[in-house]
């Protein structure tokens, strides 16, 4: 199912697949066609709705004109067009005018903030004819708004037709029962009860679209709204959209609920779907917005530039689109028990949709661990155990790795190498066969790479002039290549597990 919106105000192209039953939140820059996307959507259940959001001016042909828009409807290998005629939108062919009825909803709403509100005329407050509102919308109101006052929502039916009850709040006052109308009620109150309403009696299997409704609201209860959104549809059936701009929204979701308005070229927009919340908050967010989906702890400097080095080479195989790559930073703690400590305890540091992993050197595993495990040193497996799902290792030592990589190169590999610093003499063979490098041989295995990847880096570093950092990546970016230009399977297991925790 697809709707295509063409030339629609300042849209020249939005294409949008529908999706199946659930929660999802439409989002996008302003001007994206968030709301114009909707009315269209409308239109499947209620042949109003152009009328009522694509507005025309009946004075001037330059005011509000709609002239060569179109509204394109795809289901079942079938289409139909509608397009503006200067004074309603016509159905293009007119047989398939009836399209609409294949949709699989049984019917369609639309909910949107606006203050209008219902005020009843004094006769028709009468003991009788005051109610109680239905259990579905005090219980909603209630655990939206956190505040038991709900409890006890009243209405009357007024004069002014079906839909036009106005609610009260009922209070006692010199032993009288007095009211608030919804003339006293906050946009956010009056928003979240027009919502909690339609959804109170909606059928099952139906389409409803919500249009930002939650930007009255505190943060907090914009939560308890996505919640009570998320129940009501699981239990009823429903495909939801949800048009925001809130980071709370956005931040509280899984990731393959989020449907970004993408501009890929001026005006002409595409829905992106299953992109991490910190890129769609870096792009429509405000600049102190948290901007990361995932934090990834490590020992040292040398873990962090192989870590980012391994996670450069793992994005360039994947098929994600590269502007929707999840945001991740990576942070050096210290000794491993450092970063187990922080990892164990980093739910009260970060928020939840921040996830946390730690990736350890491979000596952890095959000798700390190995150790604590043989010796039953219960406090260090302990640390272990305690957040075993998001200890994750490195594939070597860092300095271990580059040395091993380096001493058993072969010529093209050596070739390669030297070939990282264009316009600089680089012989790496002869840096690692001089009698300084050999001199450098330390029992401990980690200490020994470490004063042979140190004396290579600053070889390289004294002819050449490139910064140390930047030599460091190079040769860690070869590793990557090394490591798993023939095993890219490995290293898709190791991340598609730590990204699909979103």
């Not at 694509?54 to 828009?69: A, I, K, M, P, V």
């Not at 200067?86 to 609409?100: C, D, K, M, V, Y």
């Not at 005051?130 to 259990?135: C, D, E, H, I």
Request: hydrophobic share 35%; proline share 3%; aromatic share 10%.
């Amino acid at each position: 199912m697809k709707v295509t919106l063409k030339n629609i105000k300042k849209i020249k192209e939005l294409e949008f697949r529908i999706p199946d039953r659930g929660v999802y939140l439409v989002t996008g820059l302003n001007g994206s066609g968030k709301t114009s996307l909707l009315a269209a959507l409308f239109r499947i259940g209620s042949r109003h709705a152009f009328q009522r959001y694509y507005r025309t001016s009946t004075f001037e042909s330059r005011l509000d004109s709609f002239e060569n828009s179109r509204v394109i409807y795809e289901i079942n290998n079938e289409e139909v067009s509608y397009k503006y005629g200067g004074q309603r939108w016509r159905a293009t062919p007119s047989r398939n005018s009836g399209l609409f009825s294949q949709f699989p909803y049984a019917t369609v709403r639309f909910v949107e903030a606006n203050g209008n509100r219902v005020e009843p005329f004094a006769d028709e407050i009468r003991y009788r004819s005051v109610r109680s509102a239905p259990a579905e919308v005090t219980g909603f109101m209630s655990y939206v708004l956190s505040d038991t006052k709900w409890d006890n929502l009243k209405y009357v039916n007024t004069r002014r037709g079906v839909g036009s009850e106005a609610y009260l709040i009922p209070y006692r006052k010199n032993n009288q029962t007095h009211y608030y109308s919804e003339k006293n009620f906050s946009l956010g109150e009056l928003c979240v009860l027009r919502l909690a309403c339609s959804l109170s009696n909606i059928e099952d299997n139906s389409l409803i679209l919500i249009d930002e409704i939650e930007m009255a609201l505190h943060p907090q209860a914009q939560v308890r709204l996505l919640e009570k959104v998320e129940e009501i549809s699981q239990s009823k059936r429903l495909t939801t959209l949800f048009s925001t701009h809130s980071a709370t929204l956005i931040k509280n979701i899984k990731r393959k609920n989020i449907i970004f308005l993408q501009e890929e070229t001026p005006s002409k927009f595409k829905s992106i779907t299953n992109v991490y919340p910190a890129r769609v908050l870096g792009e429509i967010a405000f600049d102190d917005e948290p901007s990361t989906d995932f934090i990834f702890l490590v020992e040292d400097k040398q873990a962090k530039i192989l870590l980012e080095q391994m996670l450069g080479f793992y994005n360039s195989i994947t098929n994600n689109e590269s502007s929707f790559l999840p945001l991740y930073r990576v942070v050096p703690i210290g000794g491993f028990v450092q970063v187990l400590e922080l990892l164990n305890s980093s739910s009260q540091i970060f928020p939840d949709h921040v996830k946390r992993f730690s990736f350890l050197d491979l000596d952890v595993k095959t000798e700390s661990l190995a150790t604590a495990q043989r010796e039953n040193n219960q406090t260090l497996l302990s640390l272990f155990n305690h957040s075993q799902a998001k200890v994750k290792y490195l594939p070597c030592t860092p300095e271990c790795g580059l040395v091993e990589m380096i001493e058993n190169a072969d010529a093209q590999l050596i070739r390669t190498i030297n070939g990282l610093f264009s316009g600089a003499g680089i012989n790496l063979r002869r840096i690692i066969s001089s009698r300084e490098y050999n001199l450098l041989n330390k029992q401990n295995i980690r200490d020994k790479a470490k004063d042979r990847i140190k004396h290579i880096v600053s070889s390289i570093e004294a002819s050449t002039g490139v910064g140390q950092t930047d030599i460091y990546r190079s040769l860690y970016k070869t590793y990557c290549f090394e490591k798993y230009g023939n095993s890219i399977p490995e290293i898709k297991r190791l991340f598609g597990q730590v990204f699909n925790a979103r």
